[in-house]
């Protein structure tokens, strides 16, 4: 299964894909290429761990969002690497229709909260303020409506009483870091079905 990762800055999780892969950890599951959104950033410096491509990909004049020209870029160069699952690993933009029908049922995003709970950004920070007893994380199918595809896993993470936001968030991220390799490895041993 070829994969192909998406994001915008550090880069932990596309790291800890990466490492999955390297420990053997990652099924039948191979990644190609990543590529970002933003030139220079962390998140690009991982592919050399595997000497695959890591590109950045003008994103066009919107900040939030793939659209027209860039979006169209963006699938042309994808579809040289031949996915068969892109993972959006802290993409921070929002993806059209045109982008995930050119994909369609082969994306998958990863969310720092228990969805339906707290979908959009910062997402911890909403869950701390609010006083959720659970924190965690979500990895799901995307479809033209953020954070509201098909759930594939979940991890809750408690939230202890008087928890400073920065212990809940490191928290968070580590479940994050063992979730997504293994959702990838279960879709590509086929213990999880893709969509129909």
Same mark, same amino acid.
Request: glycine share 10%; charged share 20%.
């Given at each position: ?21 390297? +420990? ?23 592919? +050399? ?148």
């Amino acid at each position: 299964m070829r994969i192909v990762i998406l994001g915008s800055g550090s880069g932990s999780n596309a790291k800890a894909i990466i490492q999955a892969q390297q +420990a053997g950890q990652l099924g039948k599951a191979n990644c190609v290429a990543l590529a970002a959104d933003r030139e220079g950033v962390p998140f690009l410096g991982h592919a +050399a761990i595997l000497g695959i491509p890591a590109e950045f990909l003008d994103p066009g004049s919107f900040r939030t969002k793939l659209d027209g020209e860039a979006e169209q870029k963006w699938i042309e160069r994808i579809l040289e690497w031949n996915p068969d699952l892109i993972v959006l690993a802290g993409l921070l933009r929002v993806l059209k229709p045109p982008f995930i029908n050119a994909f369609s049922g082969r994306i998958i995003n990863l969310h720092p909260s228990l969805l339906p709970a707290f979908p959009g950004l910062h997402s911890i920070r909403q869950a701390h303020e609010y006083g959720a007893l659970y924190s965690g994380c979500t990895v799901h199918w995307v479809t033209p409506t953020v954070d509201a595809g098909p759930i594939i896993d979940q991890t809750a993470v408690r939230i202890e009483k008087g928890e400073p936001l920065e212990s809940i968030e490191a928290r968070v991220h580590a479940a994050e870091h063992r979730l997504l390799p293994d959702v990838i490895r279960r879709l590509s041993l086929g213990e999880l079905s893709f969509p129909s």
